[in-house]
């Protein structure tokens, strides 16, 4: 790969533990991600008429996607209020390889490769050096960042089957992107009666910066794929756990023990390791 690749797959890494560290410190976190979701909808807005409308044999896809998004926010609010950005993001990003490997291994009788069984162990134990011990992660964000980590890895799953039904994969993502962000809101007002937002307001524009974050990051990784190969910029892409400690120690305030740390280097190698088989 050239440094040109390289640094695109690094910088995405930064700006995806960097939205992060934006909801992470959201004062009402389900509020800041609902608002984050403004930036893809305004995005995705003038996108769909550019596009044809997906085949209808896509749609099933395209809703479920968004409902299980819209879950994944949950999910990872849910998390975040229990526990560290530098405890939960590495569980998050790394049970996702984890789970997707050994998803293809029970299910579809997939053989592992060496990389691969090397890969499963790393990020095993580095998630089990957050959660076990003095400093530890709580349980519960223990099992709120795995249902995230399962989420997530469904959701990918259904968008690698939905985007080859759709025919377009613009209007597979607009459509995607403008469900879940009218769903999003709606799950907010139905837990909270009604959603305020007042757009002269700090917490409001660092929201949306988060959110304009979330999709550069996406756009970045996606730049890096049209230059070289998937697999080894997945990889890469998964140090984004190391920069989330990092952020989380000289940003947030919060303890970065060299504990929290070796553990975040084995769940970003292991990643890298199910990452590079990708």
Known sequence: MSAAVIGLALFAAILHASWNAFLRTGADRLWTITVMSFSSTLIAIPMAPF?????????PYVVLSAGLQVGYSVFLVAAYRYGE???????????????????SFLMAGQHLTTPEIAGVALVACGIMGLSLGKGRASTTSILYALATGAIIAAYATVDAIGVRAAGDSGAYTAWTLLIYGALLPATFVMLRGRLIVDFSAPETRKALAGGLFALLAYGVVVAA?????????????????????????FF??????PRRVGACAVVALGAFCLGYQA
């Open 51 to 59: 596009h044809a409308l997906p085949a209808a044999a896509a749609w």
């Open 85 to 103: 950005l530098g405890q939960v993001y590495p569980i998050v990003r790394g049970s996702v390889p984890l789970m997707v490997t050994l998803g």
């Open 225 to 249: 794929f049209a230059l070289g190969p998937a697999g080894p910029i997945t990889a890469i892409r998964e140090t984004s756990v190391v920069f989330a400690a990092l952020i989380g120690r």
């Open 252 to 257: 947030l305030g919060e303890q970065l023990t």
